[in-house]
């Protein structure tokens, strides 16, 4: 299967400098994952479960995040796509932003939670007076999702119409990288695709091949991220973190153990027809130890996706990982890896409350006592997912520009990935741990076309 636009076996072209010397495992190291002291502190927030949806929305049956009360079931890759090539994400789940109270570790956490239905109260020792709430019921089948992107399909959408404008942009001497710009940041994915398709019918050229003959450094980079169909750039993202000398164990992390069942499975179909490999044994042959095996359990798609919360299990679960670390000499890190890679977010969400009344320390710090190296950061990022993932996300931004230099690769990645699904609640986050704007460090950090660009995407 190939993509439109996009050549088979050896995938997309390398983009120039791709990645940045010097950043090829570029991740925040250890220690880092405690946000900073900022003026006014960082505001926690208290525990709970997700918050309701609102209603009169439709839920999609594939790709793309969850909505706060269910996940997609997995299933197999949906095949090559047609004229108008990958679908996009059709956007995630709403994460508002957190009021203040107690939190685990100095790291944000979902809103409060809502009141619970079903029988009394079990009596279960660990929790406060003894009692544990009944396990929370799940949604009904047809639940409700909205999109928090900052990126929306336009409006009156005529494929026609843009690939002319960006023809006209890039016809003769000179390239308007405005009217691009105008055009690019305003579409969503699926309509990138249609423009790219309409370009080729209309002209008998390839719109990737003149904008990268018209374009160069990180705006060029960023733009055919964006003409990407979203399951293709995540597996070659993950194929270039592996390709060549060195791996990039950040981008690996980043994608692997954030994305959803459904996702992992279009990615690794997708790796296998694009690059004619194999993606676990290329995680195999790249890394090792618990890493590749916590990496291979991700490769999987098989996380349990039920949003009922069982407050037993999780009380289970948070004494099975404190007797596996904390509570013992040496560590069963085997055990952690099946509590973290099976378990739904909302369930390891109260498994990580549960925790921290058993062990008088969040999970968090104990992952960060009892591991090391990528596998510590990579259930690290697990967790906060469970916790708060856009905070997850706004993490990885800031460190991606912060101090001298900017990992342009990592703020692009992860800008494009989310623009459609929650960079809305990313930025409202970011602005909450860093007290500065995600816009007022990309300004600060970028310059020229690919600041005007990045901005457009983001938002002001």
Known sequence: MSYPGYPPSDGYPAFPGYPPTGQESAYPPAGQYTYPAVPGGFPPSGGGTYPAAPPNAGFPGAAGYPAPGGYPASGGYPGAPQAGGMPPYPGGPGFPVPPTGPGFGGYPQQPPAQSYAGGGPAQIPGFPGGQVPSPMPGPPAAVVQYSQGTIQAAPNFDAGRDAEILRKAMKGFGTDEQAIINVVANRSNDQRQRIKAAFKTMYGKDLIKDLKSELSGNVEELILALFMPSTYYDAWSLRHAMKGAG??????????????????HDIVNCYK????????????????????????????????????????????????????????????????????????????????????????????????????????????????CALNRPAFFAERLYYSMKGAGTDDSTLIRIVVTRSEIDLVQIKQMFTQMYQKTLATMIASDTSGDYRKLLLAIVGQ
């Open 247 to 264: 791996t990039q164990e950040s981008v690996l992390i980043e994608i692997l153990c954030t994305r959803t069942n459904q996702e992992i």
């Open 273 to 384: 027809s694009e690059f004619g490999r194999d993606i676990e044994e290329d995680i195999r042959s790249d890394t090792s130890g618990h890493f590749e095996r916590l990496l291979i359990s991700m490769c999987q798609g098989n996380r349990d996706e039920n949003q009922t919360v069982d407050y037993q299990k999780a009380q289970e679960d948070a004494q099975r990982l404190y007797q596996a670390g904390e509570g013992k000499l040496g560590t069963d890190e085997s055990c952690f890896n099946m509590v973290l890679a099976t378990r739904s977010f909302p369930q390891l969400k109260a498994t990580v409350e549960a925790y921290s009344r058993i062990a008088n320390r969040d999970l968090l710090s104990s992952i960060d006592r009892e591991f090391s190296g990528n596998v510590e950061r990579g259930l690290k990022t697990i967790v906060q």
